[in-house]
């Protein structure tokens, strides 16, 4: 399995993004697939993450201001988000598993992108 993260950029506060994770070698549609981030000097922190079967969840610091999607036939999943602060400002990274019973938990996924830089500054 690899995962490719992509969208990342310098934005302005306030502004908007849209990452993208695409996977392949795998039958992309029975995967949970998580939005992760690490700032400089802190821990990785799950952002958001959609199952199998589109249940979406998100950290409370981003409900409202950002969405996940998936495209099964393109294997994608898309992380739309706006409003972007600094606070926000981080590596991003998508991670995919099979079964998870614990989908914001980093330990519970086996494949990783290798992460998209998100800078949010004025």
């Known amino acids: 399995v690899q995962l490719q993260a992509s969208g990342g950029g310098l934005v302005q506060p306030g502004g908007s993004l849209r990452l993208s994770c695409e996977a392949s070698?795998?039958?992309?549609?029975?995967?949970?697939i998580g939005w992760f981030r690490q700032a400089p000097g802190k821990e990785r922190e799950w952002v958001s993450y959609?199952?199998?079967?589109?249940?979406?969840e998100y950290t409370d610091s981003v409900k409202g201001r950002f969405t996940i999607t998936r495209d099964n036939a393109r294997n994608m999943v898309y992380l739309q988000m706006s409003s972007l602060n600094p606070e926000d400002t981080a590596v991003y990274y998508c991670?995919?598993?099979?079964?998870?019973?614990?989908?914001?938990?980093?330990?519970?996924?086996?494949?990783w992108g290798q992460g998209t830089q998100v800078t949010v500054s004025s």
């Open positions: 991670a995919a598993e099979i079964v998870v019973l614990r989908p914001s938990e980093s330990f519970e996924y086996k494949y």
């Open positions: 070698g795998v039958t992309f549609a029975y995967y949970t």
């Open positions: 959609i199952t199998s079967d589109e249940k979406t």
